[in-house]
């Protein structure tokens, strides 16, 4: 609900955290605090940020507690504690808990989220699902608003977490003038834009391994199971439970996203028509392939072309 009263937002710069993001949020919120007052005829503020060191909190609960990003992997939560447990009861009296990327692994240690849908960087997304099995973890999604807990998935995501927390605190107005001043998108949803297919190669199976490399060759351009199954000299059945097994997904599953990565090179870097690229991947049907790229990438093909082509330096 949005307020005209002040908003007290604590910035947690537990140890590791990254301070690009500490100090850029604290800019964020500064310019969205001059536009309120401005917006609202106020004279006084209407956010008021803090950065705290973890063990240095304040006595009453703020508006939002934020964990920022950090650089050099997740935080320790064992060694915080207090921390941990000063979030929970904030949480208890009415505080927003946001999270950005490493920084949701030390709020999925207060337990708080627990049942619920949260994201981080999608190359951390199995690592925070085998740590906290119990969390919704979506690795497609960049935010993940859950009403009184946020989280973000990359590390210089901070703006769009940033933004939303603008928009519940003084609304949708507010929100887009500090966007249009800073010249930075309203918050973004989807990180499928950026996620890069990463196989598993360290199962040690090595019939399975040997169609993953197979599958990377011009042979394998419109692979079918059945071929698949003949490279590795298995029954079909067995080849089936042993590659979902190896590597996490089904077979054809497996060859969609090897056929999408390729595309979205050929899309950045080259001018190939979307038929020759369809049909260099595999699709004699180029709106199957249409689908298939929209479902995984949560773009068309001409829409993250535009988005991410590599262009030429004069």
């Given at each position: 609900m949005t307020t005209q009263a002040l908003h007290e937002i604590v910035l947690v710069a537990y140890p590791g955290a990254q301070q690009a993001a500490l100090h850029g949020m604290a800019d964020l919120f500064a310019v969205a605090d001059e536009r309120?007052?401005?917006?609202?005829?106020?004279?006084?503020?209407?956010?008021r940020v803090t950065t705290i060191a973890e063990d240095r909190r304040p006595a009453t609960a703020p508006a939002v507690i934020i964990l920022p990003p950090a650089l050099s992997g997740s935080p320790v939560p064992e060694t915080m504690g207090g921390l941990l447990a000063w979030m929970r009861t904030c949480h208890t009296n009415g505080t927003i808990l946001a999270?950005?990327?490493?920084?949701?692994?030390?709020?999925?240690?207060?337990?708080?989220?627990?049942?619920r849908p949260a994201t981080t960087h999608w190359q951390s997304a199995e690592r925070l699902r085998a740590l906290y099995p119990t969390i919704r973890v979506d690795p497609d999604r960049l935010l993940v608003d859950d009403g009184d807990i946020l989280t973000v998935a990359g590390v210089m995501s901070w703006p769009d977490l940033g933004l939303r927390l603008i928009e519940k605190l003084l609304g949708p107005a507010v929100m887009a003038e500090t966007a249009r001043d800073l010249l930075i998108d309203p918050p973004r949803r989807d990180q499928r834009h950026y996620r890069q297919f990463v196989p598993v190669l360290t199962h040690g199976d090595r019939a399975i391994l040997a169609v993953q490399h197979w599958l990377r060759t011009d042979a394998a351009r419109e692979a079918s199971v059945?071929?698949?199954?003949?490279?590795?000299?298995?029954?079909?059945?067995?080849?089936?439970?042993?590659f979902?097994?190896?590597?996490?997904?089904?077979?054809?599953?497996?060859?969609?996203?090897?056929?999408?990565?390729?595309?979205?090179d050929l899309l950045e870097t080259t001018v190939l028509s979307l038929d020759r690229i369809a049909w260099e991947v595999g699709y004699q049907d180029v709106g199957a392939f249409k689908k298939l790229f929209l479902r995984l990438t949560g773009l068309s093909p001409a829409e993250y072309r535009e988005r991410f082509i590599v262009r030429p330096t004069s």
């Amino acid at each position: 609900m949005t307020t005209q009263a002040l908003h007290e937002i604590v910035l947690v710069a537990y140890p590791g955290a990254q301070q690009a993001a500490l100090h850029g949020m604290a800019d964020l919120f500064a310019v969205a605090d001059e536009r309120a007052r401005t917006h609202f005829d106020r004279h006084g503020p209407l956010l008021r940020v803090t950065t705290i060191a973890e063990d240095r909190r304040p006595a009453t609960a703020p508006a939002v507690i934020i964990l920022p990003p950090a650089l050099s992997g997740s935080p320790v939560p064992e060694t915080m504690g207090g921390l941990l447990a000063w979030m929970r009861t904030c949480h208890t009296n009415g505080t927003i808990l946001a999270a950005v990327c490493a920084g949701t692994f030390l709020l999925a240690a207060t337990g708080l989220l627990d049942g619920r849908p949260a994201t981080t960087h999608w190359q951390s997304a199995e690592r925070l699902r085998a740590l906290y099995p119990t969390i919704r973890v979506d690795p497609d999604r960049l935010l993940v608003d859950d009403g009184d807990i946020l989280t973000v998935a990359g590390v210089m995501s901070w703006p769009d977490l940033g933004l939303r927390l603008i928009e519940k605190l003084l609304g949708p107005a507010v929100m887009a003038e500090t966007a249009r001043d800073l010249l930075i998108d309203p918050p973004r949803r989807d990180q499928r834009h950026y996620r890069q297919f990463v196989p598993v190669l360290t199962h040690g199976d090595r019939a399975i391994l040997a169609v993953q490399h197979w599958l990377r060759t011009d042979a394998a351009r419109e692979a079918s199971v059945a071929e698949m199954s003949r490279v590795s000299a298995l029954g079909e059945r067995t080849f089936l439970r042993r590659f979902r097994r190896a590597t996490g997904i089904a077979p054809r599953e497996y060859a969609q996203h090897l056929r999408v990565e390729r595309a979205r090179d050929l899309l950045e870097t080259t001018v190939l028509s979307l038929d020759r690229i369809a049909w260099e991947v595999g699709y004699q049907d180029v709106g199957a392939f249409k689908k298939l790229f929209l479902r995984l990438t949560g773009l068309s093909p001409a829409e993250y072309r535009e988005r991410f082509i590599v262009r030429p330096t004069s």
